[in-house]
């Protein structure tokens, strides 16, 4: 009999230390999941209110973002200062700048690197008395010194054999404030991008020059260190997502986005104006060497940037984008 209890201790301790193995290795195996879906960030992307971020807002309406099996969530500003906030306090992961901008954030960012190109443009918008490029001597022109809208006229004034000291810029960081003192005459003119260039067009103002929709115009998406090394799955995603969504605008054209358009302050008669052009919007491709370093020479002369040119350290590799 003591023999017989004896063995079947032997065999209840063999059974209990299996057991402790078992539960160690379904604890190992939970805690290796936990740590595999902490690595999946959700894609949170900033933007300002400009049509640089139509793509994303149209494969957000039709629910390209979740048929490509990425969570995204969009957020927007009223500005470039507050857009660079978000990205400094860590609210986005991904934002749709500029080139220039890009450069400024560098100094604190220096983990944000360019994903793509994305669509968009500036304009020059001034009251009616200014008739030409020419007429813009002497006058106030509203931008923001710290992105590419005072670089896009600074080019445009240059190509047109005007001096920079023959100009005032003021610097008003908000689109939608830089209309409103355009309205209330408190300066003479203003660098915009749409639909804010449409909102003072069509409120009495004359456009001087615009930028095309179809050519790359500095716009770019940017993205941290943590989305483009940890979830490159997504990204490609991502992008098959913003494909669609331009291939769709290029059909219907901007009336495609008329709730976005809305969100982003578009009046009434700036969306009629906008149905009423004839546009087409470049896929995302990789950023030229050529646009990235005179956008980065500008932005080391005006101080915004203090490093090397370096395009390949900024420019990501990425499976879809040519």
Known sequence: MSRLIKKMSI???????????SLKSN????K????NSADNTKLVIGS???????????AAQYRYFSQNDISVEMKTY??????????????VNLAVTDLVNYASLLKQQNDWKIGSTMPGYYGLVANKSIHNIKDIKGKKIAVNKNDGSKYYITKLLKKNHIKISKVKFVQID??????????SKKIDA?????????????????ILNKGKLSNDNGNILIMSNDVSSKNVTDVNNLYHSIFSATKDFNKNQYPIATNTLIDFGATKKAREYLFGLDVTMKKSHKVKK???????????????????INYKKYQLSIKNIK
């Open 27 to 30: 604890i190992s195996n939970v």
């Open 190 to 206: 203003a660098v915009l991008s749409d639909p804010s260039l449409s909102n003072a067009k069509t409120a009495g103002n004359k």
């Open 174 to 183: 908000s689109e939608k404030k830089r209309v409103s003192q355009l309205k």
């Open 32 to 35: 290796a999941t936990e740590d």
């Open 290 to 308: 050529t646009d990235f370093k005179k956008a980065f020479s500008y932005a080391k002369k005006q101080k915004l940037y203090n490093g090397k």
């Open 48 to 58: 300002t209110k400009t049509v640089s971020a139509l793509p994303l807002y149209i």
């Open 11 to 21: 065999v209840l301790v063999g059974l209990l230390i299996l057991l402790g193995l």
């Open 78 to 91: 009223d500005s470039t200062k507050d857009l660079n906030n978000a990205i400094g306090n860590g609210e």
